[in-house]
């Protein structure tokens, strides 16, 4: 009868309204992959890794290629992703540290509203299957900030190290992990499981509890977040995934999450589940490249993790909903930020009025109705706005790389100004052709800082509590 | 009836055979562009450029995502795609001179066999449209290699250059370029059409002149090669495709390419011809970096046309013939130099035996009976052997950079190595943790030294005839 329903919403609504009955809510599922670079996937250009699973979702649903996190480290982008807000304005950054480590004392603030808060609100039942990574202090954790339950681990996988000190033993360490080189514990919901938590399995154990989740939750709208503890060093991955790549572990490891997303998507079509159900995948943040053939490929982006080039901050972006998303591939621009707007209106709630939000409602693009709402992009690292974008163009007020490759910071003036549809790879500075643009650009940077509330970074205060 | 008989073969030999009646010989079109870069597809990860026909073809076929031209340039690249031969067996090199220009004596000798006389041979129409470049002077034209017509260019769309010698003033005209700054014929076989090529209309006359050849030949097996003259620079492109990509004129050129490749497919569908047709596209070498936003993207791979990196011969190989060929993405090595072998059998006939040949027959991978035949590749330049690749491992016995970026030219004893699958980008060099490979890999060069016939090379000689 629900098909039948469905049916009737859908003939007459045409094929561009979501194919639901009236009243009926989506259930969303978030898998956010940790530093997986915006080449890592075939639908992406990899020419060695493979991913059926993404490709085949990539080719039922949208595939963005303009599709950004908001920062190019962990925890701000992900503060960003459940808030809509950038990360700022909840003081999820840092002047001295880039995110939260074991003996960080904050974590994000109970004042903020997470999209698992304002779908819990809502009636959905939330769930969290993977790293948190915003503040493990007991007042922080997922259950505090709106999941019904957690499986996961709280901060990065190579964290609280158990190795000695010094860079080469430590690098050495990464390159031929163990798991009990980090001492990183593994939760179910406030209660630790093991620790260090055996990652060899992580990503296989991650997948049976998302698929267990959905099962859990089939006759209910539910909210399913799977931030992925891959493919961040150290690398990781099952048995029935080791060595199987013609990428490497690297690979390996891409191939094993792309397995799990298969898991996920399976359990969707078999519960008849997938035309109600949105599911988005993407990426915290761009490839890790000091750790070489451990990290990812940017693929024809500038740079990686850490940096405001577009191979920092740029990530595969995939929308998924059978019957109800408009396949195809997507050249507008979107970001993590816009998850919250466009799914709260979703769910048939209303997103708050009382604080500021950045992001915007995606459902023009994903439904076929209308362009994207959003043109522009901020840029920011350690809580500073080093680049801005507005449509096709795109300033840097500040250029640095990280880890080890082309640290050094330079300050532009005039910035430097790269058109992103003609040089995706921001090679060729136009700020000597195009002053104009540079102008209008910078305009529009002050009126972005006029509209920007900075909270009290809380990254910094690290040591005994 | 032919269907019927098509339909019978189809079932009782299995779906990996070609879907033909017994003695039936599929047609067979070649589109070759000029200086496409392996990221410039959609398919292949570009960000901007829309090629919906490219990426419908290799959605239905198989997309190689290892397949080479066989030289970094033009003319050897075409040689050795016509003859199933690395072109030092041709003499289609220079030790001073990469290619033909207009003031060039010589041309493919006599004494080659090309893919056109092959398969004329066995009974096919043959046509080109396009660029030849293999030698202009009439003894040399495509009419004396076996075509019975001929629509197109003698040599580059870039040479007999009417503007004022002086490196800015002609790179100038590059990217502001006039059609009369090019005193470049268009053919009709052996007759000149109009003088210069109005090349703003060039790939839309393409398209259209292909277009008609297949409706001619509709009832008899047919060999089209259409060999583009785009998007090399000077770029062109008709009222219909200007200032319409996101990608700028470079998008707007091949945006057009991809139009014209949906004309072909479109008619040939039309007529019926679609399951008695393999359809190739692919690149004679790799982007022509120094002409900036006017030259292509190699993607994840590093740097482009003219050097034997990847960058410079890896290109995109798309197969197509619809319940024929295996639909997937495949990894394997591939090479233009396997098309004279892999598809004069498939017309009936045997390679010729009185002569080295360098192809593969890639029939096994084509139609998923096995592995590809090729685990090599010779990385030539002017005649010279820097790289060689076998299974995943490449190693650079020379490198050198071209056209402005990296020119200086390096000797590596050991020599560089990289493994291509864990690291495609060619930015981590194993030769010191791998010695045991690198001397695997200087045998198999050695051994392919010593198989190599090296013919006179032909390109030198220029000036008053």
């Known amino acids: 009868m629900v098909g039948l329903l469905a049916a009737l919403a859908f003939w007459t609504s045409g094929p561009r309204q979501p194919l639901l009955a009236e009243g009926e809510r989506p259930n969303v599922v978030i898998i956010f992959a940790d530093d997986l670079g915006y080449g890592d996937l075939g639908a992406y250009g990899h020419p060695t890794i493979r991913t059926p699973h993404l490709d085949r979702m990539a080719a039922e649903g949208q595939r963005w290629t303009s599709f950004y996190s908001q920062a190019p480290v962990c925890s701000p982008s992900r503060a960003a992703l459940l808030t809509g807000r950038i990360h700022l304005r909840s003081g999820m950054f840092g002047r001295r540290q880039g995110v939260f480590f074991q003996d960080s004392h904050h974590g994000l603030p109970d004042g903020e509203i997470t999209l698992a808060e304002a779908l819990g609100d809502l009636g959905y039942a939330t769930g969290i299957v993977g790293k948190w990574h915003l503040g493990h202090q007991p007042e922080y954790r997922p259950m505090r900030h709106g999941f019904d339950s957690w499986f996961g681990i709280p901060y990065s996988n190579d964290m609280d190290w158990q190795v000695p000190p010094g860079g080469e033993a430590r690098r050495a360490a990464m390159f031929s992990p163990s798991i009990d080189y980090w001492h990183v514990p593994l939760m179910r919901d406030d209660v630790e499981l093991e620790r260090p938590a055996d990652q060899t399995t992580i990503t296989r154990r991650y997948a049976a509890e998302a698929v267990r989740f959905i099962r859990e939750h089939r006759d209910a709208p539910f909210f399913l977040y799977v931030p992925h503890t891959m493919p961040h060093v ?38 008849g589940l997938g035309e109600r159900t949105l599911v988005i995948f993407s990426s915290d943040n761009g490839p890790w490249l000091s750790y070489r053939q451990h990290g990812g490929s940017a693929g024809p982006l500038r740079q990686g993790k850490g940096t405001t080039w577009e191979g920092g901050m740029r990530v595969p972006g995939i929308f998924w909903w059978p019957e109800t998303i408009e396949p195809g591939v997507i050249r507008e621009i979107g970001a993590t930020t816009d998850l919250f707007t466009t799914i709260v209106p979703l769910a048939g709630g209303t997103v708050p009025d009382d604080r500021p939000l950045d992001g915007v409602d995606l459902s023009p693009v994903l439904f076929g109705t209308g362009p994207s709402l959003r043109d522009s992009m901020a840029f920011y690292r350690m809580g500073e706005l080093y680049a801005y974008r507005r449509g096709p163009y795109k300033v840097h007020l500040v250029t640095q790389g990280r880890y080890g490759i082309g640290t050094e910071r330079t300050e532009h003036d005039p910035p430097l100004l790269f058109h992103l549809g003609h040089d995706p790879g921001e090679r060729y500075d136009l700020s000597a052709v195009r002053p104009d643009v540079v102008e209008d650009l910078l305009d529009a940077v002050e009126s972005h800082r006029s509209g920007m509330t900075v909270a009290e970074p809380l990254f910094d205060v690290r040591g005994e509590r």
Request: proline share 3%; aromatic share 10%.
């Open 234 to 271: 150290p690398l990781f991955r099952s048995e029935a995934f080791a060595d199987r790549s013609a990428a490497g572990r690297y690979g390996d490891v891409i191939e094993e999450i792309d397995w799990s997303v298969g898991q996920i998507l399976d359990t969707l079509r078999e519960e």
